[in-house]
């Protein structure tokens, strides 16, 4: 005689039922932490430099933006912001050794809106301070990082060169 519940007869369920809720945790815990053996970064990857420097233009700061720096020859790039002129990249963010391509944007702020009038409302180009606006794609710039290099890295954008927007990902000459 047969004691078993009808539903325990399929094969999936049979071999559950018979793990212990012991097993059966170790072997749930197991399949959940594989996929993630391997993942993040670690010691494993490129080393990376830290650097900071200034932003200028027109010989004044650029206020604020975002450099990015990518290596021409491959591997991992990284950006950060740029405040009141400068930037900065710390040992665990910065760019790997090596020529690196750098492109530098400006981000403009809108002026609050005068009384009586909503910032839907308003439809002002912001003061830039600058005598030429803004290339379309930003500036870019070559750079070397070494190993043995000073960590202060100064770009002025004004020797630039601007990015073609029909060549996307070459640089105009």
């Not at 910032?119 to 030429?132: A, H, L, N």
């Amino acid at each position: 005689m047969d004691l078993r519940h009808p539903s325990v007869a399929f094969s999936g369920q049979a071999f559950l039922s018979r793990l212990t809720s012991r097993r059966f945790f170790l072997l749930a815990l197991l399949l959940c932490l594989f996929p993630v053996a391997g993942c993040g970064s670690g010691p494993d990857g490129p080393e990376r430099f830290a650097l900071y420097g200034t932003v200028t233009r027109e010989g004044k700061p650029l206020a604020n933006g975002a450099i990015k720096m990518a290596p021409t020859a491959g591997g991992p790039s990284t950006q950060t912001k740029i405040t009141d002129g400068e930037y900065e990249f710390n040992s665990q963010n910065g760019p790997v050794a090596g020529e690196q391509e750098v492109s530098i944007l400006r981000f403009l702020e809108k002026p609050e809106p005068t009384e009586g009038m909503s910032r839907k409302d308003m439809d002002v180009i912001p003061e830039t301070g600058f005598d030429s606006p803004m290339p379309v794609g930003g500036w870019w710039l070559q750079t070397t990082v070494s190993p043995d290099q000073d960590l202060a890295v100064d770009f002025n954008v004004d020797e630039a060169k601007s990015r073609s927007p029909e060549k996307s990902g070459k640089i105009k000459q």
